[in-house]
């Protein structure tokens, strides 16, 4: 998993809208962290990727009905349809992204949670087909069918693989360490080695 989360963009809407996060860099691991205010419509949440409005996405989804236990559907299409409508209910989403560097398909998974009466959440997963790496993420109604509640917000933070070489300490030069298995002491060369006191 990521080795540190850098936080890549956040947009509050002040008035109705599309939210929207644009960065530049390379990151591997993509987490998104929303709330939607409630708009008092049927529309569902959507989400594009790198403006790409082809036919290059596809979801599977899960609601949480309190009616039955299934409630399971597929769509393929110009966008991701997390397939919950912004109608009675404040909403909050997390999305987790797996977004390696080329042209390979994108993974991701997320679940928006509110107050609704009849449905607590909704479970998503999918994948974009589109090219290179996400470096732009709008989310929508509907992809465009109707605005985003203003006070609605978005952050996304970005990590990239651990690094296969060491990562030393930033202790200063003579720090000293009790290995308190067998009493031993050590003290930090202030590069890369512990050595043994004796």
Same mark, same amino acid.
């Given at each position: @998993?990521?080795?540190?989360?850098? /936080?890549?963009?956040?947009?509050?809407?002040?008035?109705?809208?599309?939210?929207?996060?644009?960065? !530049?860099?390379?990151?591997?691991?993509?987490?998104?962290?929303?709330?939607?205010?409630? /708009?008092?419509?049927?529309?569902?949440?959507? +989400? /594009?990727?790198?403006?790409?409005?082809?036919?290059?996405?596809?979801? /599977?989804?899960?609601?949480?009905?309190?009616?039955?236990?299934?409630?399971?559907?597929?769509?393929?299409?110009?966008? %991701?349809?997390?397939?919950?409508?912004?109608?009675?209910?404040?909403?909050?989403?997390?999305?987790? %992204?797996?977004?390696?560097?080329?042209?390979?398909?994108?993974? @991701?998974?997320?679940?928006? !949670?509110?107050?609704?009466?009849?449905?607590?959440?909704?479970?998503?997963?999918?994948?974009?087909?589109?090219?290179?790496?996400?470096?732009?993420?709008?989310?929508?109604?509907?992809?465009?069918?109707?605005? %985003?509640? !203003?006070?609605?917000?978005?952050?996304?933070?970005?990590?990239?693989?651990? =690094?296969?070489? =060491?990562?030393?300490?930033?202790? =200063?030069?003579?720090? +000293?360490?009790?290995?308190?298995?067998?009493?031993?002491?050590? @003290?930090?060369?202030?590069?890369?080695?512990?050595?043994?006191? %004796?």
């Amino acid at each position: @998993m990521g080795a540190g989360w850098t /936080r890549l963009g956040h947009h509050t809407l002040g008035s109705n809208g599309v939210l929207t996060a644009t960065w !530049s860099g390379s990151y591997r691991h993509l987490k998104v962290l929303c709330h939607f205010k409630d /708009r008092n419509n049927g529309n569902a949440f959507s +989400i /594009r990727f790198n403006d790409d409005t082809g036919q290059s996405y596809s979801t /599977r989804r899960r609601n949480e009905e309190s009616a039955q236990s299934g409630g399971e559907s597929v769509n393929t299409g110009t966008f %991701i349809n997390t397939g919950m409508d912004s109608y009675q209910s404040d909403w909050n989403l997390e999305m987790n %992204i797996i977004n390696p560097v080329g042209n390979y398909h994108k993974q @991701m998974y997320g679940h928006l !949670s509110g107050n609704k009466s009849d449905v607590g959440g909704q479970h998503f997963c999918g994948k974009w087909k589109g090219g290179d790496q996400i470096v732009k993420i709008e989310f929508e109604l509907e992809a465009g069918n109707e605005s %985003i509640q !203003s006070g609605s917000s978005m952050t996304v933070w970005g990590a990239d693989d651990a =690094p296969e070489t =060491p990562v030393y300490p930033n202790f =200063p030069k003579g720090t +000293i360490f009790e290995d308190s298995t067998d009493g031993k002491h050590y @003290m930090w060369d202030g590069t890369s080695a512990w050595n043994e006191m %004796i």
